[in-house]
């Protein structure tokens, strides 16, 4: 049920962000979610495939129905979307690669997301394990890896050793292995330098680390390149790394002094599909708690509490 909350969350938030990006059918459905109206989403997606046949955005309009009912627990509605968009989606990538457009990723990625949710929620997180597992292998070299990694860690993650990162490139000081930190409770703060809820999580992240390095807490703050700087402008690995470095010393200076892995391999292993994701620690080198998303500092600092 955990993670059915926490996707009811995303879900709500997402809707709360502009879509004029993304006009026509999509955005259409998801106004119609926005306000409960499942009839009227369910009209406009059909009138759309009746004019313009199933096509990618047809797809990810689907997989927003599974995501919608999904929110008000309606499972048999949400496993039956997520399942048909799936189905939809496979003949597409005979014709070519999942991430040769932008809309097949999300649909499909969505469906397999949604599935193991409703599974969840009907008490078979062994068989949620599976599936996302089974598709982890499928799609490991594809942009939904990550979104598949973050919800099979949520379902298996915490008790588990924290996976080991990469620190051969970083900013700030010299990171060690989490493996060298065991025995000291560690705060891994997962952030991106487009990311606006990152940037409103770095004080809470600093006034914890202030607040509980004396008792031994280290905190981590992996990030990655995306191929694109302010304004989404692609650019190069050393001008985004200026970039990185710049948001880094406006948004993150009281985290200065605080190692910063670089590395893409790290949020995949995190399932950092999400940002910011916070997960903690405990000093014997295992996963205590695992959150995609922004917490408040009565929140983060509760997790961290029950490691020290």
């Not at 990006?21 to 979610?33: I, P």
């Not at 199933?54 to 039956?80: H, V």
């Not at 799609?139 to 949520?154: A, D």
Request: glycine share 6%.
């Amino acid at each position: 049920m955990k993670m059915l909350r926490l996707s009811a969350a995303l879900f709500a938030l997402s809707l709360l962000v502009a879509t004029t990006a993304r006009a026509g059918v999509v955005e259409d459905v998801r106004v119609s979610l926005s306000s409960g109206s499942f009839t009227q989403a369910e009209s406009q997606l059909n009138s759309y495939r009746a004019q313009r046949g199933i096509d990618a955005e047809y797809l990810e309009a689907s997989s927003w129905m599974a995501r919608g009912y999904l929110t008000f627990n309606k499972l048999d509605q949400a496993d039956t979307f997520a399942h048909k968009t799936e189905e939809l989606v496979l003949p597409l990538l005979k014709k070519h690669k999942l991430d040769a457009e932008p809309h097949l990723p999300i649909a499909l990625g969505a469906a397999i997301e949604v599935q193991a949710q409703v599974l969840t929620a009907r008490g078979k997180p062994e068989q949620a394990t599976a599936l996302l597992q089974r598709n982890l292998r499928l799609y490991r070299n594809t942009s939904i890896r990550n979104r598949l990694q973050k919800n099979l860690n949520m379902l298996a993650l915490v008790g588990k050793p924290a996976p080991a990162l990469q620190m051969t490139e970083y900013l700030g000081p010299r990171p060690v292995s989490l493996a060298q930190l065991k025995g000291s409770p560690i705060l891994l703060f997962f952030w991106a330098h487009w990311c606006g809820d990152c940037k409103g999580e770095a004080p809470v992240i600093a006034r914890l680390r202030d607040e509980f390095s004396r008792k031994g807490l280290v905190v981590i703050t992996p990030t990655q390149r995306y191929g694109y700087a302010a304004g989404g402008q692609e650019v190069g690995p050393a001008a985004e790394l200026a970039y990185i470095k710049e948001v880094r010393a406006q948004y993150y200076a009281p985290l200065a002094d605080v190692p910063a892995p670089l590395s893409q391999e790290n949020l995949g292993l995190y399932g950092v599909s999400t940002t910011p994701t916070l997960v903690v620690v405990d000093r014997a080198g295992k996963v205590s708690f695992y959150h995609p998303g922004a917490l408040s500092y009565q929140e983060l600092r509760a997790a961290i509490e029950r490691v020290l």
